[in-house]
């Protein structure tokens, strides 16, 4: 005979309703309540607006790669010119086209330098004031130090750079401040040469110096092209991301309890 009492008869399974679910997202449990911060004036920005800032860009790197579009232009011309005699209109247009694109290049490279000056003197402002300190460096400084060829290559970056470590973005932007710096030194000695080199008058040094104030056009305007990333890095906001919160509820639908093994 087989011992102990007969195995219990398995219990049906009963059909479950549907997966519990809210029909809106509840609000208990996901409050956070955060203790009221201390009211702190925030200083007043009263740079340049960024709209302005890419807009000015925007027109300088144009009138830069026209510049330099047009000089190469000139070269070919000057080169037609060894062998075929050119039509006087198309030599003067090839002429006085550059020098008109010349004029704005400059007057444009000139604005974007005073707005890019006016965006980092009020940001070192609020930059200082939010660490509570006061700017060391007196503005007109700032301003002549900034404009002043030459001279600028050797004190713009070092602005940035403690504008940079104010904010405590220096670990972030370094590369982008050196790679700047490196692409506008290469600018200034091409703009250089290129001066240096004008005052020619023969057929081949008219051409060399046509070259070399190409060359210094590009390298003008990735020169400012980097200045762009190293404006973007200070002003460009950070991917926030949402976070996504769980929360541990108790299903309203029992859960079965798992059948006993019946005795062996």
């Not at 200082?128 to 007109?140: L, T, V």
Request: aromatic letters at 10%; hydrophobic letters at 50%; charged letters at 15%.
């Amino acid at each position: 005979m087989r011992p102990g009492a007969a195995p219990r008869a398995r219990q049906a399974y009963r059909e479950l309703g549907p997966t519990p679910h809210y029909g809106q997202t509840p609000q208990w449990g996901l409050r956070q309540e955060f203790a009221p911060e201390a009211a702190t004036s925030e200083p007043d920005r009263t740079g340049p607006s960024p709209t302005m800032v890419h807009t000015t860009m925007t027109v300088a790197m144009s009138a830069l790669a026209a510049a330099a579009l047009l000089h190469l232009i000139r070269y070919v011309l000057l080169l037609i010119n060894r062998t075929v005699l050119l039509n006087r209109w198309v030599a003067a247009a090839g002429t006085w086209l550059g020098v008109a694109a010349s004029v704005v290049a400059v007057f444009a490279v000139l604005a974007v330098a005073l707005v890019l000056i006016n965006w980092l003197i009020a940001r070192r402002l609020v930059a200082y004031e939010r660490a509570g300190d006061s700017e060391p460096r007196p503005r007109w400084w700032l301003r002549l130090a900034s404009l002043v060829p030459v001279l600028n290559l050797f004190w713009a970056p070092v602005f940035v750079m403690e504008l940079a470590t104010a904010e405590d973005r220096l670990p972030v932007l370094r590369r982008r401040i050196i790679t700047w710096w490196a692409v506008w030194a290469v600018a200034t000695l091409a703009a250089v040469w290129s001066i240096a080199t004008s005052f020619t008058s023969d057929p081949q040094g008219i051409a060399d110096n046509t070259i070399t104030t190409t060359i210094a056009y590009l390298a003008g305007l990735a020169a400012l092209v980097y200045a762009g990333k190293v404006y973007v890095g200070f002003e460009g906001s950070a991917d926030v991301r949402p976070g996504r919160r769980w929360v541990i509820t108790e299903s309203a639908v029992p859960v079965e309890e798992s059948p006993e093994e019946p005795a062996a």
